[in-house]
Structures are given as structure tokens and as C-alpha cells.
């Protein structure tokens, strides 16, 4: 989402892009994890990738427009600066070497909490986003399971307890499908499931 905003692209364009390159790159699945989001308004689930800065150039380069363009010559600048760097090496003093070790050293432990910062954002957006996978969709179905048994011992009233609870966790959780809550809130939609009183019995 973010490439298509940066490119002046649609989603699905880009995701379109990015199936054909999974198509033909070899360790693509190093440069492309699939995952999905929740949209805000109606809160469908949909596809989306997470990419590396590896899978972002693959991508970037098979853009066309003026901000692929633009992005394509800074590319090419700082691969000819990084040339330039390796054939033609300055010989410096002892004086210069050892400032030019201290910025270094400066400006590499700047960027490393930059990018602390950063990749505490993407895992906070990551995790907000992820639903859990089928194995702890199951984990949850169980929870529900003992605990309408353990509150009904008539069969024939369970199938209103299960539509209530299910409906309870949808309502409590905010999502359409008990299959959509977060992976980040199964421990505590299992242990409001053990705790669940029905309405009649409150």
C-alpha cells in the first residue's frame, strides 16, 4: 500500500506486479511474504505483501512513470558514487581517518535507531493486522465448544448458545467472522470465552 502511494499507483496494480515477478524470481518468497489487511470502512479482509528493500528495487524497477523514473536515476547516482568510492580510494592522515571514524560511528549508530523505530512500526502494523491461521482458529472453536457444554447439558438448547457466544465474540472483537480476530488478541478472546456467561444467565 505504501509503494502504490508512493508510486501514484492502485493496490491491486501493484499486487499485480508483484504476482508475476513471484512468477519468475527464483527466491521470491525472500523478497515477498503475503499477508492481508482489514479495510477500516468495511472490514473485509484483503491481500497484501510485506517486502524487504531487495523485493522494493526488483519491484520499483519495473515501474514506469515520472516517480519511477525519478527513483531509477537516484539508483543509478548512488551506484556511481559507490563506483567512484571503490576505484578511486583516498589515502587520509591519521587525523582524518580517525574523524572520518567518529562520524561514521556517529551516523551508523543514528541509523541504527532509525531503524530500530522503524521496524518496531512494522511489526506493531504487522501484528495489528495478521488473523489467526486455521490451526488457532480451531484452538478458539474448541475453547467455545467446552464452554457451551460445560454451561448447557440439554442438547437441543446448545445451537442458541453457540449463535450467541459467536455472535458476542464478532460484536466484542469488531470483526465479521470469528476467523478474523487478531492473532494478537487469541490468548485474550479464549480467556473471555472461558469467563462467558450468557445473557439469560447474567
Given at each position: 500500500?505504501?509503494?502504490?502511494?508512493?508510486?501514484?499507483?492502485?493496490?491491486?496494480?501493484?499486487?499485480?506486479?508483484?504476482?508475476?515477478?513471484?512468477?519468475?524470481?527464483?527466491?521470491?518468497?525472500?523478497?515477498?511474504?503475503?499477508?492481508?489487511?482489514?479495510?477500516?470502512?468495511?472490514?473485509?479482509?484483503?491481500?497484501?505483501?510485506?517486502?524487504?528493500?531487495?523485493?522494493?528495487?526488483?519491484?520499483?524497477?519495473?515501474?514506469?512513470?515520472?516517480?519511477?523514473?525519478?527513483?531509477?536515476?537516484?539508483?543509478?547516482?548512488?551506484?556511481?558514487?559507490?563506483?567512484?568510492?571503490?576505484?578511486?580510494?583516498?589515502?587520509?592522515?591519521?587525523?582524518?581517518?580517525?574523524?572520518?571514524?567518529?562520524?561514521?560511528?556517529?551516523?551508523?549508530?543514528?541509523?541504527?535507531?532509525?531503524?530500530?523505530?522503524?521496524?518496531?512500526?512494522?511489526?506493531?502494523?504487522?501484528?495489528?493486522?495478521?488473523?489467526?491461521?486455521?490451526?488457532?482458529?480451531?484452538?478458539?472453536?474448541?475453547?467455545?465448544?467446552?464452554?457451551?457444554?460445560?454451561?448447557?447439558?440439554?442438547?437441543?438448547?446448545?445451537?442458541?448458545?453457540?449463535?450467541?457466544?459467536?455472535?458476542?465474540?464478532?460484536?466484542?472483537f469488531g470483526v465479521a467472522s470469528y476467523k478474523d480476530v487478531k492473532?494478537?488478541?487469541?490468548?485474550?478472546?479464549?480467556?473471555?470465552?472461558?469467563?462467558?456467561?450468557?445473557?439469560?444467565?447474567?
Amino acid at each position: 500500500m505504501q509503494v502504490a502511494d508512493s508510486f501514484n499507483k492502485q493496490h491491486k496494480h501493484v499486487l499485480e506486479a508483484i504476482d508475476e515477478l513471484k512468477g519468475v524470481a527464483e527466491n521470491s518468497a525472500d523478497l515477498f511474504y503475503e499477508s492481508s489487511y482489514q479495510h477500516p470502512q468495511n472490514k473485509q479482509n484483503y491481500r497484501m505483501y510485506l517486502i524487504n528493500r531487495d523485493g522494493f528495487t526488483l519491484l520499483a524497477m519495473g515501474f514506469t512513470g515520472k516517480e519511477a523514473i525519478q527513483f531509477k536515476l537516484k539508483y543509478i547516482e548512488a551506484f556511481n558514487k559507490m563506483e567512484q568510492s571503490l576505484y578511486q580510494p583516498k589515502v587520509l592522515s591519521e587525523k582524518e581517518q580517525l574523524r572520518a571514524s567518529m562520524k561514521l560511528s556517529l551516523e551508523t549508530s543514528e541509523e541504527v535507531e532509525v531503524l530500530k523505530v522503524e521496524v518496531n512500526d512494522l511489526k506493531e502494523k504487522v501484528e495489528n493486522q495478521i488473523t489467526i491461521d486455521h490451526g488457532e482458529q480451531r484452538r478458539l472453536q474448541k475453547a467455545i465448544g467446552s464452554r457451551v457444554y460445560e454451561l448447557e447439558s440439554v442438547a437441543e438448547l446448545r445451537p442458541k448458545l453457540f449463535r450467541e457466544i459467536y455472535r458476542e465474540i464478532k460484536d466484542r472483537f469488531g470483526v465479521a467472522s470469528y476467523k478474523d480476530v487478531k492473532r494478537k488478541d487469541l490468548q485474550f478472546a479464549i480467556r473471555y470465552v472461558e469467563a462467558w456467561i450468557p445473557k439469560r444467565a447474567a
